[in-house]
């Protein structure tokens, strides 16, 4: 068993979550289908992996900085 780290958050109409781990997003109408549908891609991702590469995550923080962009 391995516990995974994720984040999410809303895109429009769409609540996206993804891994922290490996590189998997997912979505839903709500959080909580999108959370679902992430464990079920997470589920898929690892089903053929016989040693499956995964990040080591400690203590992950979101932080956040301003960029200016040439829009």
Do not use: C
């Amino acid at each position: 068993m391995k516990n995974f780290h994720y984040v999410i958050w809303k895109e429009g109409r769409w609540f996206v979550a993804r891994s922290l781990e490996v590189e998997v997003a997912s979505q839903g109408k709500t959080r909580k289908e999108a959370v679902e549908n992430l464990h079920e891609a997470l589920e898929l991702y690892f089903e053929d992996e016989k040693k499956p590469a995964i990040a080591k995550i400690e203590q992950p923080r979101l932080h956040s900085f301003s960029l200016a962009l040439n829009a």
